[in-house]
């Protein structure tokens, strides 16, 4: 090849290196535009939910209710929290635990008790995940949590929006390795499916179904119907919604909370 075709040669891979790199530039920035957009689109789903199931009402209130037999009390003021539970035992003790921004305490016959790490690890997960099921959606604009829209499907007939909700490992809990999936319905934004894998006590997945939502004092309340699916090695939590329509879940239980009381504080 002679002097003058080498240069020519040279200057033609030079400009299409440089239109592939154009490419590849524009590609990552429609790429990073829609991620974006997904995660506005997700962001503003939620806040929309969070103000049709009760909004500013959840930053300034007591909330009560029975659950399997246990007494629950969730109080919001600010950045202060008080999340309570309390029960009579099998011999007769009034047990009551108690999750604040401090951490958590027992009480048994109104004195404190001494409890190792283990323990209170334990009372306040156990805790905190009634009061955080109870209290949806609120909790999907805590810190940690990152939210992904994955667009539009139908259930039993009705449109829903698809949201993927993941943890940071910072400010995620334990359990920030699960994955929640959550249906809102198009027009109305209420919250009416969930579903979560989890990694304690062996793993597995859960679906839940809202039923009976009623507005209590400004902010709506549901019970579930909670289902497993019927091939317990499925993890996948995005295709539930799949799997309820082919009729592949199944009841495991119902989770309904009593005796709802809301009253806003001042």
């Known amino acids: 090849m002679k002097l003058n075709d080498l240069f020519l040669f040279g200057i033609l891979i030079l400009i299409w290196s440089c239109g592939a790199e154009k490419q590849d530039a524009s590609s990552d920035v429609n790429i990073s535009k829609n991620s974006i957009q997904e995660k506005n689109k997700a962001q503003e789903i939620v806040d929309q939910s969070i103000a049709k199931h009760g909004g500013d009402l959840y930053n300034n209130s007591l909330i009560k209710f029975t659950f399997r037999d246990r007494q629950y009390k969730g109080r919001k003021q600010g950045n202060s929290f008080e999340y309570e539970r309390s029960w009579t035992d099998s011999i007769g003790q009034q047990i009551r635990d108690v999750l604040n921004n401090g951490g958590l305490y027992r009480e048994i016959n109104g004195k404190r008790v001494e409890l190792d790490s283990v323990w209170a690890g334990k009372y306040a997960n156990s805790i905190n995940s009634v009061l955080y099921f109870a209290l949806l ?120 909370s009593e005796n709802v009381e809301v009253i806003i504080l001042k």
Not at 168 to 185: A, I, L, N
């Open 137 to 256: 959606p609120v909790h999907l604009n805590d810190r940690a949590v990152i939210k992904e829209y994955l667009g539009e499907v139908n259930i039993k007939g009705k449109p829903y929006h698809k949201i993927k909700v993941t943890f940071e490992q910072q400010g995620g809990g334990k359990d920030f390795e699960d994955e929640y999936m959550y249906w809102f319905h198009r027009e109305e934004y209420t919250m009416d499916y969930l579903a979560y894998n989890y990694q304690t006590d062996g793993g597995g997945a859960r679906f839940r179904e809202a039923y009976n939502m009623r507005n209590i004092n400004g902010i709506l309340f549901s019970d579930y119907i909670n289902y497993k699916p019927k091939d317990e090695s499925i993890l996948n939590v995005e295709i539930f919604d799949q799997l309820l329509e082919k009729g592949e879940l199944e009841e495991l239980s119902r989770i309904d």
